[in-house]
């Protein structure tokens, strides 16, 4: 007899209510796997993104091939999830039944369910007791992508940094881990976010309701847009000669171009996706234990 779980399913592309509560079958673990019964799970903006096929420009195909031409291939979202392992495969031994856990799944999805099977070897971590399944579900996507970012970007203890977008979950993350490296942090939000932003160890905020930090005569060793209305077209000026842009949200105009710029100047402008790596996932489990790093939830 199958037995069944809820998940949230997207069936089509579209605007919120395209997703519905299904029964689901719980997937049975293979010989390298291990069920996670679900304990917490976010709705993040790669979720909004994937669901509404709002993607930057130029990638719209592209999307479709990777996700599904005329609806999700992968129907179930959500990429990061905390639960506890309730079976393991023949094969694993790196976890067993009753270990509470962190996972992020990534492209392939299928975290917005009360079960999720994945491979033993994937982006799975053990979760500390210390940690809640909230605030551990919500630390993957902003936090492995702004370790991955300033990795490529080459983040430096003194580096003037300016985070655009900065009370976003991707920039909560950049504010904190370029802090926690010794940068000094400017973070571009709304006036209502600038004291968030400052306990999270922004130095400096900047209202962009009110201020172009474009237009102002500070320079900055790195810039990173999590928005996608800062392309170097408009911050170059403000960039150190050394300066890198760390474009989170890119067109493919804007990826195109950076491979002339980074050619032809001594700027640089990393783009792309972010990798997944268990090591990132590992720090960042570390550090929110050590209070060092705390997701954003709303």
């Known amino acids: 007899m199958t037995v069944h779980m809820k998940a949230a399913v997207c069936r089509q592309y579209g605007p919120p209510h395209v997703v519905t509560i299904e029964d689901w079958p719980i997937p049975v673990p293979g010989p390298h796997d291990v069920l996670i019964r679900v304990r917490a799970f976010t709705v993040s903006s790669a979720d909004w993104r994937i669901r509404s096929l709002s993607i930057p420009y130029g990638f719209g195909m592209a999307s479709r091939l990777a996700f599904g031409i005329t609806a999700p291939r992968q129907p ?36 917005h369910a009360e079960y999720r099977c994945m491979p033993a070897d994937a982006v799975i971590v053990h979760k500390p007791p210390a940690l809640s399944y909230e605030t551990a579900a919500a630390l993957a996507f902003g936090g492995t992508t702004a370790l991955d970012f300033f990795r490529r970007g080459r983040l430096h203890a003194g580096d003037r940094v300016l985070i655009n977008g900065a009370s976003g979950t991707v920039g909560s993350a950049m504010v904190q881990l370029a802090a ?5 942090v400017t973070a571009v939000c709304s006036g209502a976010n600038a004291e968030a932003m400052q306990q999270l160890g922004a130095a400096h905020t900047i209202d962009y309701t009110r201020v172009d930090f474009a237009e102002q005569s500070t320079r900055y060793d790195l810039i990173a847009d999590t928005v996608g209305n800062a392309p170097y077209s408009r911050v170059r000026h403000v960039l150190t000669p050394n300066g ?10 804007q990826m195109l171009g950076a491979m002339w710029v980074n050619t032809t100047s001594r700027h640089r402008i990393i783009a792309g996706p972010a990798s997944e790596r268990v090591d990132d996932l590992r720090t960042l489990v570390d550090m929110a234990v050590d209070g060092r790093f705390t997701p954003l939830i709303d």
């Open 180 to 184: 926690q490296t010794g940068a000094e």
């Open 244 to 253: 890198r842009l760390l474009l989170i949200l890119a067109t493919l105009p």
């Open 76 to 111: 179930i979202l959500g990429s990061e999830l905390a639960g506890d392992i309730v079976a393991t495969g023949s094969a694993v031994r790196n976890f067993a039944v009753g270990d509470a856990v962190v996972a992020f799944s990534g492209a392939k999805l299928g975290a």
